[in-house]
Each structure stands twice: as C-alpha cells, then as structure tokens.
C-alpha cells in the first residue's frame, strides 16, 4: 500500500513562491500533482514519470512551475513561482504504478490528503 503526504502550502502575495513537497512510502511509479478549486473539478496541474526523464504541465502554469522527484528520498516536488490568485486551490500529491505519466486524475491509484495553496492579491 502507498501513502502519501503533502508538504509546503500556505499563504502567499501573487508574485511569490512555494514549494510543495511529496513523501512516498511504498513502491511508487509515475507521479503527479493535481488540484481542485472550490466549486470545480480536480485538474492535472503536473505530471512526471518513474525516470523523472518526462514531464508534463498544464499550459496555464507552464514557465512558472516545475515538477521533480528523488526516488531515493522517494519525494516529488513542485516548485511553483510566480504565483497568481487563480493558482489558489488544494493541491494533491498523486501515484499509480504504470512508470509512465499521465494527465487523467482517474490513472492515479493513490492520492495524499491535499495541501491548501492561497495566492492573495
């Protein structure tokens, strides 16, 4: 069984920074962070393989984040720069075993329990 926790949320001005973070326990392949705003659906924000050789981002964050892992550690992250107020959400930490990537929240067989992320103006 694999868990998941998140790391790293909080408040922050537009313009500023966080960095999230992921711990893995158990055997995990690719991996991914998603998010859900109130009212909306959850939606792929970023993904990455097993290797960390192929990343995918949603084109509204593309340029300002970026997404990595360290398998030993067995951590992923997702440095996010450049924060706007509609980056404000609950984000997830997410695996399934496939080694590839995808962007579908209905391929990840493990979900952490989210971390809130507020952008003010």
């Known amino acids: 069984q694999v868990q998941l926790v998140e790391s790293g949320g909080g408040l922050v001005q537009a313009g500023g920074s966080l960095r999230l973070s992921c711990a893995a326990s158990g055997r995990t392949g690719a991996m991914g962070w998603f998010r859900q705003a109130p009212g909306k659906e959850r939606e792929f924000v970023a993904v990455?393989?097993?290797?960390?050789?192929?990343?995918y981002y949603t084109d509204s964050v593309k340029g300002r984040f970026t997404i990595s892992r360290d398998n030993v550690k067995k951590m992923v992250y997702l440095q996010m720069n450049s924060l706007k107020p509609e980056d404000t959400a609950v984000y997830y930490c997410?695996?399934?075993?496939?080694?590839?990537?995808?962007?579908?929240?209905?391929?990840?067989?493990?979900w952490g329990q989210g971390t809130q992320v507020t952008v003010s103006l």
């Open positions: 997410a695996a399934r075993a496939s080694l590839i990537a995808s962007t579908t929240p209905r391929d990840y067989n493990y």
């Open positions: 990455i393989n097993w290797s960390g050789g192929s990343t």
